[in-house]
């Protein structure tokens, strides 16, 4: 039966986020093993001179991987590191080829793994192929409608016919928009492809804290979930929301009586319906002023003034 997994995979399991302490007991290199992906540590013993972008073969729980190094020993101060995997050796012009010459097999590879897929009628689409370092494990992305698939016979097969150790992992919506990439609708490349390594939580009530239209095709992203940007602004949001009126708010004056018809958080404004058909837009601090005013003279107003 499948199992499903992130598309960032843990290659480092026994310590992918070092504590930070005061001080450093061994060198420590922060290493990417994809764009945008999870950053893991290893120990630099023997490579203190890396540098960021430079490429380096380590030793991972899943074999030996090439990935660039983003953080250089010395940039990381932390206290336990509890037996962290080494650096084997810096990414030679062999090791480059190599990664580049199974790159070219993997989009046949992924041709070939759909016909085998259809050919076993199960219900799940292969979306992206991909080696380790060394060719000898092809790992297969795909996604489903089921929860669980069961693809022993599918993989018995590929395994034959690649003649490789093949590795099937069931991802959701937003990894294979991760592993895919695009544009959204923004005009700007994917974030989850670009440069966020994990998803956060996101939850309608993101948007509705920022007033926009609860329209699924206004605040989704082509993975067809909720837009990861929504949690970017929400503190924010919430924050100049506080002591604003909510749409309904009543208010009483000179002019008449009138209703908050539409709130704007970013300008801090207000726009009122009048009774007599007229409609001003006032800042927040002013409406409240307005009611505080309209309390003072005679009492509170029969809604009060909303948090």
Not at 20 to 49: H, K
Not at 137 to 161: G, H, P, W
Not at 213 to 222: R, W, Y
């Amino acid at each position: 039966m499948s199992e499903t997994h992130a598309a960032n995979e843990d290659l480092n399991p026994i310590d992918p986020a070092p504590h930070v302490g005061d001080g450093l007991d061994e060198p420590v290199v922060g290493i990417r093993f994809r764009r945008a992906g999870r950053i893991y540590f290893f120990d630099s013993t023997g490579f203190d001179d890396l540098g960021a972008g430079d490429q380096v073969v380590v030793e991972t729980a899943r074999g030996q991987e090439m990935g660039h190094v983003v953080m250089a020993p010395g940039q990381l101060v932390q206290t336990e590191t509890n037996a962290l995997k080494p650096i084997l050796r810096r990414a030679t012009e062999d090791d480059r080829a190599l990664r580049d010459r199974l790159k070219l097999d993997e989009a046949d590879l992924l041709v070939k793994s759909r016909e085998l897929i259809a050919g076993h009628n199960l219900p799940m689409k292969a979306v992206v192929a991909e080696h380790n370092f060394d060719g000898t494990r092809l790992t297969i992305y795909f996604v489903s409608e089921k929860n669980r698939v069961d693809f022993r016979a599918l993989v018995r097969e590929m395994a034959k016919a690649f003649r490789k150790r093949v590795l099937l992992r069931q991802i959701g919506p937003r990894d294979e928009a991760k592993l895919l990439g695009g544009i959204d609708r923004c005009g700007r490349e994917l974030c989850c492809t670009s440069w966020m390594p994990e998803f956060q939580p996101i939850s309608i009530r993101m948007a509705k804290n920022q007033r926009l239209p609860l329209n699924p095709s206004e605040i989704s992203g082509v993975c067809g979930k909720l837009l990861c940007c929504l949690s970017f602004e929400d503190e924010q949001y919430m924050s100049a929301s506080k002591g604003m009126p909510k749409i309904g708010a009543k208010l009483t004056s000179a002019v008449g009586r009138g209703r908050v018809v539409d709130v704007n958080v970013l300008t801090q404004k207000v726009t009122i319906a009048w009774e007599t058909g007229s409609r001003v837009e006032v800042h927040a601090d002013e409406f409240k002023d307005l009611r505080e005013r309209r309390n003072r003279a005679f009492g509170e107003d029969e809604v009060p003034t909303p948090d």
